[in-house]
């Protein structure tokens, strides 16, 4: 006859096994329920056939308490990744516009020396100069200037204006020497973009050979 036995885990010693009707509290567990077994010193109930034998009461686990943390990181990640994503966009709009500018100073400039260029060769191909006289170079500000001349490739126009500077005695040698003089004139030209208005002002100066006494 098989004797059901119950025994106990908690145990400071080795575990003892007792019969049931020697239990405390006279507990007889239904017929069709596992056999337990106890320590005869303790009344908690252990399942027999588990090797390691825990307390009921610790199978119950704690609530876990959710405090948002996560949110809050989330929300501050998302406000730095927003503050990076304008700062992006207004440093590539400065330089988008910083590269503008540069290009049309550099149509302003180019527009500037083909006034120059344009001038001199009209001068090499017989255009009237100024007269020898009283000098028209100011130091500041620019000789007059004429009508705007538009140049579609440059999309922009350019005034020139040409002034006289002064003579000088020409030191070329020769047995020409004190019978040539050097007429000294500047052709100021500036030129001016349609977009943003960019401007440029050139100066180009050349003298001219001819007979002393003008």
Not at 67 to 83: D, Q, R, W
Not at 129 to 134: K, T
Not at 148 to 169: E, H, K, N, R, S
Request: include cysteine; hydrophobic fraction near 35%.
């Amino acid at each position: 006859m098989k004797t059901d036995t119950w025994m106990s885990g908690r145990m400071s010693g080795p575990t003892q096994i007792c019969p049931l009707s020697s239990r405390p509290d006279g507990y007889r567990p239904p017929a069709t329920t596992r056999s337990p077994t106890v320590d005869c010193r303790s009344p908690r109930l252990y399942f027999s056939g588990i090797t390691e034998a825990k307390p009921m009461n610790s199978l119950v686990h704690g609530k876990k308490y959710q405090t948002g943390a996560a949110l809050v990181v989330s929300l501050v990640l998302l406000l730095v990744m927003t503050v990076l994503a304008i700062s992006t966009m207004n440093t590539a709009g400065l330089e988008l516009a910083m590269a503008g500018n540069a290009q049309y100073s550099e149509n302003a400039f180019q527009l500037a020396e083909t006034g120059i260029d344009i001038n001199i060769q009209n001068i090499n191909n017989g255009a009237a100069l100024p007269p020898p006289g009283v000098a028209n170079c100011p130091t500041v500000g620019t000789i007059a200037l004429g009508a705007p001349v538009a140049v579609p490739a440059l999309t922009g126009t350019f005034q020139i204006g040409t002034g006289y500077c002064g003579d000088a005695p020409d030191l070329s040698g020769g047995s020409s020497l004190g019978k040539i003089q050097q007429y000294h004139y500047r052709t100021d030209a500036q030129g001016i973009t349609q977009t943003r208005g960019a401007t440029s002002l050139n100066r180009q100066g050349f003298f001219v050979r001819g007979p002393a006494g003008g």
